[in-house]
């Protein structure tokens, strides 16, 4: 397919400001116009998006894939049509498959088999140090040769200040992103719900706030002694996003997300033991969910990602400490993310906002806008239209997420990379 | 999983899971059953048929001689089929979850479950699976999950304390020592703040209380004399030896002088009141021996109470 129209289609590009009924052109693969209908231009495919948002693909910061090495939870192949299938087009991936992403053959094998299928684009974070163990550097220029776009120990902390300083210099040097997960190890050791009210009577390990907070003071300390780019990634508490804010106020180059199920549950939806609702980092009080969302909404938190964790059913049913953390995600994101928009009063673009553009600009990749020019990578969905989240609707081979069962409005229509159509619901 | 399905669309018990959520006269309901029960364990022919031909499964995945024992002493009682299973820890590592170990002993045709499980919670994951499955009919008896619940030994202590007590609603309860980690304090505090005892206490130093434990309805103390002053029930905890020396506290010697029960100390409970210890105690340790043997101490009733009161509960669910 070299040439595509979208037309009366509601166009919402956050990183022009762009809302308005239009038009939408493609010539191989990249957007040639946005907005008003040119009626010279031959279309091969003409898809009619009347009652419809078209918004740029959307790039999501975290989506674990599972591969290599845990293919019994996941593959690539029922990953990246989950991403398809949930408008996700640009997706990074953290390091922790088996073994970890710490050697270029890994991160090739990757890339090449993501190039294969032809589907989203698959951005891998590679790790941070040797076997995500915290103690020897990874070769982060042959890494980033290879295509990693970051480096991280995924949901594992760096114990060692003085290693996560050096990682943080010796990243710094090539001009890459590290990206850390606040936790302390320490006050989180055996912890595996959120310290309060829940935790105590459900007697359940608990992890404390000042997990989060002591480990962005050092996470902070470190960026402002080594001028160092950080990216932060999950914040769980209030606490946590006050400091993000000072950070930023104070001028440091830190950017953070937020997993979109820390926008919607807090401790209480653990319910009686609920593995559903066990999330790494865990899910706090509705005052931390609260200023999680306030922080979105006014930009402090930049991005908002899927989180993306398919566990297979036999790693949930387990007592709750013993279960998987985290939900499949990556076709709950879009309808969770209008969700929080219309509870919280978001122009449509400001919610798309922290889905497109601004986690591409924290990736580095040129995604997340309709401007002519950009590539032809687009989410065309139905913010109306109600579907209920069953195993079948899912194309993820994870089907675990607290939102079984449970009806979520915004569906996705079609989702075009690089000009094709790789998806189209029925 | 959402919410707690230890009773059935009437109402009933079915399972007993934990005694969070239960209502009033549930427990006294089984507090009532167990009376009769007392005297059948002094009676020459200890035994009553009412659960004869029905197999019950003691699955222990946490060692323990005493809860397992009183257990199938009183299911044997109940003149059931009783099958042990030590599972130990050693059930993950062969490769069998708890879930196929279940459907395995349903396959025997098991009626009732007593499981003992080192994860809070483990027995919520069996009743759910059990509906989920259609097998409500089996039925599941929490005997100590994690630091969560100890719903059968809350209720022997309820029922220890309305014996030597009377009305909840006018006593004074304090339960000294390591209430982070115990599963038999949550269960005692949220049975008697549901019978409406108005003045529950938890006396401890700061590492052995959880976060916000004024949620659960009692009121903290450091300061064992303050704690102490006027109560009609006092519950020692455990205090577990690899809790003893590290970062929690730093000697059971410091932990005896300000946190164990002594004579003295006891002096300032009001002059008739007990002392409970769910055992196996630590002498010198959270209780000091002339207590423990004392003329107030009501801590070997309390082993015969609760037979009597897991008859009634083994009873009970099996009769719903």
Not at chain 1, 34 to 61: I, K, N, S, Y
Not at chain 1, 158 to 186: K, S
Not at chain 2, 193 to 202: A, H, Q
Request: proline content about 5%; some cysteine.
């Amino acid at each position: 397919m070299t040439t595509l129209a979208i037309v009366n289609a509601r166009l919402v590009d956050p990183a022009t400001g762009l809302d308005r009924t239009g038009a939408l052109y493609v010539r191989e693969g990249r957007i040639v116009a946005t907005g008003e209908v040119q009626r010279d231009f031959r279309a091969e495919t003409t898809l009619d998006a009347r009652g419809m948002g078209v918004a740029p693909g959307l790039v999501d910061l975290a989506a674990r894939l599972r591969e290599p090495g845990l293919e019994h939870k996941a593959t690539l192949e029922s990953e990246l049509q989950a991403a398809i299938a949930g408008g996700v087009t640009s997706l990074a991936c953290p390091p922790d498959t088996d073994p970890p992403l710490d050697e270029p053959g890994l991160v090739e094998m990757l890339k090449h088999r993501a190039r294969m299928l032809n589907q989203a684009h698959v951005y891998p974070v590679g790790a941070l140090t040797q076997q995500l163990a915290g103690e020897a550097l990874t070769e982060m220029g042959e890494l980033a040769e290879a295509g990693c776009v970051a480096f991280s120990n995924a949901d594992f902390a760096v114990e060692d200040t003085q290693v996560l300083m050096r990682a943080m210099q010796y990243a710094q040097t090539f001009g890459h992103r590290v990206w850390l997960r606040p936790q302390d190890p320490w006050l989180a050791r055996g912890g595996v719900a959120h310290e309060g009210e829940v935790a105590t009577r459900l007697g359940l390990a608990p992890i404390p706030v000042a997990a989060e907070t002591i480990h962005l003071a050092t996470i902070f300390a470190l960026a402002r002694a080594t001028r160092s780019r950080v990216h932060i990634a999950r914040l769980s508490s209030a606490a946590g996003a006050a400091m993000l804010r000072a950070a930023k106020a104070e001028g440091l180059e830190v950017t953070a997300d937020v997993g979109i199920h820390h926008l919607h549950l807090c401790d209480v939806d653990i319910g009686w033991f609920d593995p559903q609702a066990r999330f790494v980092p865990p899910l706090r009080g509705t005052r931390d969910r609260d200023a999680l969302r306030v922080a979105v909404a006014d930009g402090t938190i930049d991005a908002i990602c899927s989180d993306h964790a398919p566990a297979d059913d036999d790693a949930k049913m387990l007592p709750f400490a013993e279960a998987d953390p985290g939900a499949t995600g990556l076709e709950l994101l879009l309808p969770l993310v209008l969700q929080w928009a219309r509870e919280a009063k978001l122009p449509l673009a400001t919610a798309l906002s922290r889905i497109t553009c601004r986690p591409a600009d924290i990736l580095g990749v040129d995604a997340g806008t309709l401007r002519a020019g950009a590539p032809a990578d687009l989410c065309v969905f139905d913010p109306e239209e109600p579907w209920r989240v069953t195993r079948a609707a899912l194309a993820s081979q994870g089907k675990n997420t607290p939102y079984a069962g449970m009806e979520v409005v915004g569906r996705v229509r079609w989702t075009i990379v690089g000009g094709n159509v790789v998806h189209a619901a029925v | 999983m959402a919410r707690s399905s230890q009773l059935n669309a009437e109402g009933r018990l079915t399972h007993l899971l934990t005694l969070e959520g239960l209502p009033p006269g549930i427990i006294t309901g089984i507090l009532d059953t167990a009376d009769p029960f007392v005297s059948v364990g002094e009676r020459e022919v200890k035994k009553v048929p009412l659960l004869r031909g029905k197999a019950i499964f003691n699955l222990f995945f946490e060692n323990s001689t005493r809860t397992r024992t009183t257990f199938e002493i009183a299911a044997k009682r109940l003149s059931a089929d009783v099958i042990n299973l030590n599972i130990g820890a050693s059930s993950t590592t062969k490769g069998e979850t708890l879930l196929d170990t279940i459907d395995n002993l349903c396959a025997m045709n098991a009626d009732m479950f007593v499981v003992r499980h080192s994860e809070s919670g483990a027995p919520h994951l069996i009743a759910s699976h059990l509906a989920a499955t259609g097998r409500s009919d089996v039925h599941v008896v929490n005997a100590g999950d994690g630091r969560h619940a100890h719903p059968s030994q809350g209720l022997l202590d309820l029922y220890t304390i309305r014996h030597y007590k009377r009305d909840f609603r006018e006593l004074a309860v304090a339960i000294v020592g390591d209430v982070l980690h115990s599963r038999v304090a949550r269960s005692l505090i949220h049975g008697l703040t549901t019978l409406g005892t108005p003045d529950v206490r938890v006396i401890a130093p700061a590492t052995l209380l959880p976060a916000s434990v004024g949620a659960l309805g009692v009121r903290a103390y450091h300061d064992m004399r303050a704690g102490l002053a006027g109560c009609d029930v006092v519950v020692m905890l455990r205090l577990q030896s690899e809790r003893m020396k590290g970062a929690l506290l730093p000697s059971p010697g410091e932990y005896f002088k300000h946190y164990g029960l002594t004579a003295e100390k006891l002096a300032l409970a009001k002059p008739d009141a007990i002392v409970m210890h769910p055992g196996p105690m630590n002498r010198g340790v959270e209780i000091d021996s002339a207590v423990a043997d004392g003329e107030r101490s009501v801590i070997l009733p309390q082993v015969t109470f609760g037979i009597a009161v897991r008859m009634a509960v083994m009873s009970t669910i099996a009769g719903n």
